[in-house]
């Protein structure tokens, strides 16, 4: 998940783009507002931001300013908001390296699409940079440990309606950066492992549970109905579920239960 920062003077502005942010689908998930940038520079030392959404005209300091000192705290991500269209402020922040202008009043399909642009900079610049950590030697065991994390949740979850975003959500990361690494460390997909750990446990019921029903089997496996339960069972074993449980008895004459091995 990632962190986003707004500041504005005023408080309709900053309340209106904060409402905005939260009904879009984005990957920013957690959002401080400042009403200034003295407020917003107190707040980066225990809130760091992925990305900052800045006023240019605001009383005490500037949003121009607050990049500058934003920068010297390793934020590089900004979004310069304003309602003066003066080439002036486009041309101090090209030179801040800002990549993005919005002027005011804003539009919210505009301000949505621009922010799901700069979540893809974003984790993609925070991959390439995990991945020159890992070819410089460095350790690797934040990554493996994020993986057994997640593996073990899904172990101890498959009965639940879990997803990629529940588990991300325990890494505090974006769901398609997370299934980008479990797809590298372990070769297959969160739902797949989640599906392959289903029928397994499906499996153990089938043959160890003979008198419970297959509704009950899919219902306590994650499964919130026998038709998915059915289809995901077959696409991993080649059979049904009915077809596993008869295949993996034989009733003999004596009544004995027996396996067909």
């Known amino acids: 998940m990632l962190k986003l920062m707004i500041v504005d003077d005023e408080q309709i ?3 209106g783009i904060r409402d905005m942010v939260e009904k879009e689908n984005t990957a920013f998930t957690k959002i401080v507002t ?8 107190e707040k980066m030392d ?13 009383p005490e300091m500037d949003g121009l300013t607050l990049i500058r000192e934003a920068q010297k705290k390793d934020v590089s991500h900004f979004i310069i908001l304003s309602g003066y269209d003066e080439f002036k ?12 202008y919005l002027l005011k009043p804003i539009n919210q399909l505009e301000l949505a699409e621009l922010l799901k642009r700069m979540a893809i900079d974003i984790m993609e610049e925070k991959q ?24 073990d949740y899904i172990k101890t979850n498959y009965m639940k309606d879990i997803s990629l975003g529940d588990a991300a959500s325990l890494l505090d990361q974006h769901p398609v950066y997370v299934g980008q690494i479990f797809k590298k460390e372990t070769g297959n997909t969160f739902n797949f492992l989640l599906n392959e750990v289903r029928v397994e446990k499906a499996k153990q019921l089938l043959i160890g549970m003979k008198g419970m029903s297959l ?25 049904t579920p009915g077809d596993y449980r008869e295949a993996f008895f034989v009733i003999s004459v004596d009544g004995c239960i027996s396996d067909p091995s």
Do not use: C, W
């Not at 225990?46 to 605001?58: A, K, S, V």
């Open 13 to 15: 502005i900053l309340a």
């Open 215 to 239: 509704d009950k089997i899919a219902k306590h496996v994650g499964y919130e109905n026998r038709r998915t339960f059915y289809k995901v069972f077959r696409k991993y074993t080649g059979q």
């Open 89 to 100: 402020y486009a041309r101090e922040g090209i030179r801040l390296q800002v990549k993005e």
């Open 46 to 58: 225990y809130f760091r931001p992925d990305l900052i959404i800045t006023d240019i005209q605001m």
């Open 128 to 151: 390439a940079t995990q991945l020159k950590t890992q070819e410089a030697g460095e350790p690797q065991g934040n990554s493996n440990e994020n993986i057994r994390i997640l593996i």
């Open 34 to 41: 400042a009403n200034d940038g003295i407020e917003a520079l």
